[in-house]
């Protein structure tokens, strides 16, 4: 069967469609039908052939290819969540609540307003609810979201760099762990290793598969070996480009030496025995 790849508000989660025998590229906008009702997206995966088990439920189909009328209105609808968001701002100040306005999103028919906002705990928003729903005179919702997903709709550059990753390409968020940080060898202060949510960063997700691999199959830190100039302890290790330092043993000083991963035997992995 044939999919298309729809992102919304040029961010977050690809969702894939029934192109409907449209014929799409990249970068256009369409019109779709979701569980939120009619919105308008960007063409972020050109149509491709794939296997119906791959997906594992039903597909939804594009509507249309948006046209001129539809993208004014996506224009309109910007210009009208800018100011959505500034009267938001002054009516939370109003009412004295402890919550941060991160972002506005119109439906694309206008049927509903959303509020997205982080929060260090519950908020008792009924009150904000009731005027903003008098101001807007359309539904209104208040969606709390974490601060992985407030850097994520802001946007920004990294300490790399580079935009955002979850800004910029990034599906869904994964659980990185300071055991990722410890097995890759990266700086443990939280300055070097942090986004600029505070969390960890993503991109220590990336390359922690070939880490592990390779921790599968190279001696650890004080590990006993065996080399070529013979039997020595581990002192340093390189992951990635397969090197030991070891210091061997015998009757005189022998020395330090570097030696590849291949030509080295365990003789005991260091680990303390209970």
Known sequence: MKIVGVRFRGLGKTYYFDPAGFDVSLGDYVVVNTVR???????????????????????????????????ERMKENRDREENAFSVAVEKIEKH?????????????????????FTADGRVDFRELVKDLAFEFRTRIELRQIGVRDESRMIGGVGICGREFCCSKF?????????????EQGVSLNPVKISGACGRLMCCLKYEQDVYEELLKITPRVGAMVKTPDGVGSVLEVDLLRGKLKVSLRGEDDAGIGVYAREDITVISDGRAKN
Do not use: W
């Open 37 to 71: 009702g009619i919105e308008i997206g960007e063409i972020t995966l050109s149509c491709r052939e794939i296997d119906e088990d791959q997906l594992g439920f039903p597909l939804k189909s594009l509507v249309r290819i948006a046209n001129d009328e539809d993208i």
């Open 96 to 116: 004295g609540l402890d919550m941060r306005l991160v972002d506005v999103e119109y439906s694309f028919d206008r049927d509903k307003l959303l509020f997205y």
């Open 170 to 182: 990034l599906t869904d968020f994964h659980p990185v762990s300071i055991k990722m940080a410890k």
